[in-house]
């Protein structure tokens, strides 16, 4: 049996060192990313527009995936936690826009998050190399 290489990134959140644990986890070809919120790491800024916050969580994800050599088209399931109902029109076309033609499975759910400031936070399953696997597309009237 072959031991799998696992790879822990850490983004430099502090969130991440004090709460122990790691914006995404690869074993092998699969990546498992933690809740991903809407503040910019480099500048810890975090814009009170709910749409930006979508933006810069997709930015993030999109950086860490990069940082372990895979991308947002390999992702294959999306969670999306937003807390204001009102706040889905305008957070769900920017998400819609970064995975159009990848389609991930999608969950959205409207619950709290950990900080008040939050308007949406995202995490993802990916799997290195789906992006560029061969796909088949089916569709089905329930």
């Known amino acids: 049996m072959t031991t799998p290489q696992i790879i822990k990134l850490n983004s430099g959140?502090?969130?991440?060192?004090?709460?122990?644990y790691s914006r995404l986890v690869v074993v092998d070809n699969w990546i498992?990313?933690?809740?991903?919120a809407g503040r910019n790491?480099?500048?810890r800024e975090l814009s009170s527009d709910?749409?930006?916050q979508a933006r810069q969580c997709i930015a993030n994800i999109k950086?860490?995936?990069e940082a372990v050599g895979?991308?947002?088209a390999d992702v294959v399931r999306a969670n999306i936690i937003i807390p204001s109902r009102e706040d889905i029109p305008v957070?769900?076309?920017?998400?819609?826009?970064a995975f159009r033609g990848i389609d991930p499975a999608?969950?959205?759910?409207c619950a709290p998050l950990s900080l008040a400031d939050f308007k949406v936070e995202i995490d993802i399953t990916a799997y290195r190399g789906a992006g560029a696997a061969a796909q088949q597309r089916l569709k089905v009237t329930l």
């Open 13 to 20: 959140s502090p969130m991440e060192t004090r709460d122990s």
């Open 32 to 36: 498992f990313g933690s809740l991903t």
């Open 41 to 43: 790491y480099q500048t």
């Open 50 to 52: 709910p749409a930006e």
């Open 63 to 65: 950086g860490a995936l």
């Open 70 to 72: 895979s991308s947002l």
């Open 91 to 97: 957070v769900l076309p920017v998400v819609a826009e």
């Open 106 to 109: 999608n969950v959205l759910t």
